[in-house]
């Protein structure tokens, strides 16, 4: 009969034990993980599957005069979204034998390896990375039922493809021919004068952009405003994460780059902070984080499973350029 037991790891790979992180702690490392997710707000304690939905308001003041006003003119409007809940799962086995080989240099030196301590504490580590690169790239360019080559970018839509589905609903929507030096910093302000009046007064707004136009309109600030580099230098602790981020000089825009853009040429502008969401669980039992040891097979098997789709609340709040 075969059976499953959990052992604590050591150096001669005898055996290999779940890991010792609370596993909504590792769900909650691989959202942080994510450049655009680990700034935005989710909602939470959606089920893997459910369809929900989320509202925006438009809200219209009707003023009157006189002391004795009629019933009231004005209206609120709540605008229903729907967003469906995804069940995302990362499972992998590892062949004992094979860990024997490649062990001595996974636990190289190095002080963050000795801060992490145990082999499955580094796996582990290694694992939410590369789940959080493609949380990442989906939440951005994917496309449910697509056919990218990428398998992971065929299951639900990104926000990309959101907004590419309601066009004529956003606050503003063009097609362009992309970045380039020349016409960087035009395109820049020109999407930034375009956006809707009703959505001006939101704060956090950001020029979401892949890492090559990242670096061409960073280059053109550079060359265009030479005196005042401190508003546009990458944000220090960010940057050294690996999270490009910079300011546009005289604008209270953050422009910010994207894995997850890969090779669209693709420019989205919206208020990141209030206006971008997600939906995921972070409590349902069948959220997983764990590594196990099947002592009948001799292997470690791992699996990682969370719930997660993006979505926007308010179109009027998006200026997408969209690169032909």
């Known amino acids: 009969m ?9 150096l001669t790979v005898s055996g290999t034990a779940n890991i010792d992180r609370d596993k909504m702690d590792i769900i909650g490392d691989v959202i942080a993980n994510a450049p655009t997710l680990e700034g935005i707000v989710p909602i939470t304690g959606v089920k893997a599957n459910n369809v929900v939905e989320i509202f925006s308001a438009t809200v219209e003041t009707a003023l009157q005069s006189g002391d004795c006003p009629s019933a009231g003119t004005a ?14 799962s990362d499972i992998e086995t590892l062949c004992q034998d094979k860990l024997d080989a490649v062990l001595p240099r996974v636990m190289t ?11 499955q504490n580094i796996y582990m580590d290694l694992k939410v990375q590369s789940f959080a690169k493609e949380l990442e790239r989906g939440m951005w360019s994917g496309v449910e039922g ?28 063009d097609t362009f021919s992309g970045v ?6 035009d395109t820049v302000r020109e999407m930034w004068s ?16 892949g890492i090559a136009d990242y670096y061409t309109i960073v ?7 030479p005196s005042t580099p401190q508003t546009f230098q990458s944000i220090g602790v960010e940057n050294e994460l690996g999270h490009m981020e910079s300011y546009f000089p005289g604008l209270a825009l953050r422009i910010k780059a994207s894995i997850g853009f890969g090779s669209t040429g693709d420019l989205f502008m919206t208020p990141n902070t209030s206006n971008l969401s997600y939906i995921t669980d972070l409590e349902h039992d069948k959220e997983s984080a764990k590594i196990t040891y099947d002592e009948v097979t001799d292997k470690m098997h791992f699996a990682l499973k969370m719930t997660f789709a993006p979505q926007y609340f308010s179109p009027k709040a998006v200026v997408y350029r969209k690169k032909v």
């Open 2 to 10: 075969k059976t499953k037991k959990e052992y604590l790891f050591d």
């Open 75 to 88: 209206s609120t409007v709540l605008a229903p979204r729907s967003v469906k809940a995804f069940r995302l």
């Open 109 to 119: 030196a190095g002080a963050k390896n000795e801060d992490l301590g145990t082999f």
């Open 146 to 173: 697509g056919s990218n080559v990428n398998p992971n970018l065929n299951i639900y839509d990104g926000y990309l493809e959101i907004a590419a589905n309601e066009t004529g609903a956003l606050g503003s929507y």
């Open 180 to 185: 380039t030096p020349a016409n960087a910093i």
């Open 194 to 209: 375009s956006r809707d009046e009703d959505t001006l007064e939101l704060e956090g707004w950001t020029l979401n952009c």
């Open 219 to 225: 280059t053109a600030i550079v060359n265009a405003f």
